[in-house]
């Protein structure tokens, strides 16, 4: 900034009136002492012996000096407000920067909390499911089982009804061939059947 100050002062010295060169490196030396005070921005004027010789020159031509110290002053004023305002928009940014940077890590940390809530959520869901499954695989075998037992009885069962069928059939096949041989033997018909079969 300073650098763009001095370029100023440059642009602007072809419009000043011809001052002598003694004249000249005074006002030189109250421009550099204020574009020092532009550019430090609380630092005091140093009070030197060269500083009091600048006074005492400057005194020798009041009117242009005033001139340009106001116009100094003002173009001083700007710079510092110039630079009061960078410096504060800085701040600001650095600021934005700072308040975006606790932003995302807050919600990265946020983000990573959820996942491991999640993650957590799902393990134990998957535990109990895997508890479930291997409950009812239990229930599945001990009911496979009961089932079995079952149809073994049935089947047991079922044996010995048609093992009783048999000997019933036996019986009666072996009664009947007694009764024939009877029949035979004495001559005789039996009543029973003759009347169920021929109706009479």
């Not at 370029?7 to 072809?14: F, R």
């Not at 030396?29 to 004027?45: N, S």
């Not at 116009?71 to 940014?93: H, P």
């Not at 946020?110 to 535990?127: D, F, R, Y």
Request: include cysteine; hydrophobic fraction near 40%; charge should be negative.
């Amino acid at each position: 900034m300073a650098e763009e100050e001095a370029k100023k002062v440059e642009a602007e010295a072809p419009s000043e009136p011809a001052v002598p060169e003694k004249e000249a490196a005074a006002v030189e030396a109250t421009k550099d002492v204020a574009e020092e005070k532009a550019v430090v921005v609380a630092a005091p004027e140093p009070k030197a012996a060269d500083d009091s010789k600048a006074l005492a020159v400057v005194e020798k031509v009041p009117d242009s000096v005033e001139v340009k110290t106001s116009g100094g002053s003002i173009d001083r004023d700007i710079i510092l407000a110039r630079v009061e305002t960078e410096k504060r928009l800085s701040l600001v940014r650095a600021w934005e920067d700072s308040e975006k940077t606790k932003a995302e890590n807050k919600a990265h940390k946020n983000l990573s909390a959820i996942l491991s809530w999640e993650n957590s959520k799902k393990a134990a869901v998957e535990a109990q499911l895997k508890k479930i499954e291997e409950q009812l695989e239990k229930k599945k075998a001990e009911y496979g089982e009961k089932m079995k037992n079952k149809i073994a009885m049935i089947h047991k069962e079922a044996e010995e009804k048609r093992a009783m069928v048999e000997a019933r059939r036996g019986e009666d096949v072996l009664k009947a061939e007694e009764m024939a041989a009877k029949y035979r033997a004495t001559g005789s018909a039996p009543k029973k059947l003759l009347s169920g079969c021929f109706g009479g």
